[in-house]
């Protein structure tokens, strides 16, 4: 017999690491305005203290480091420090002391939205 229909299902598992955001995402309109700081959350749910091994981002632009609020709970900060040329991609690796926790990958965007110049219209002879 076949099923009488089909449907597929998609999930996100969360481990015993859990980040309170799934990317980091920065929209520069106006270079001005930027906000320069964009902050996660990293929470544990063992009992043992969590540790941050290592933390890096592969994109110049961005500077991240870890603060530790409590023995369970981790704040990364992640800083622009300057605005790029176009719109870039990357990703802020973080190295936990979870056991069996892969290296954590969180996408990073930073899109460049530049105005497009008005065109010039001149009176008709």
Known sequence: KLPAFSMPVSAHVLGDLNLNREMVYWAIIDPKKVVENQILTAT???RDKLQIKSISSNLKAVSVQ???KD???FEILAQ???I???TTNGVIHIETNVPGQRIME???VI???KPNPLPV?????
């Open 111 to 113: 899109a460049v939205f």
């Open 121 to 125: 219209v001149r009176p008709a002879r």
């Open 66 to 68: 870890a603060v530790p």
């Open 80 to 82: 622009l420090s300057h």
């Open 106 to 108: 969180v996408p990073v």
């Open 84 to 86: 790029p040329e176009q």
């Open 44 to 46: 544990s749910s063992l």
């Open 71 to 73: 023995d369970h709970t």
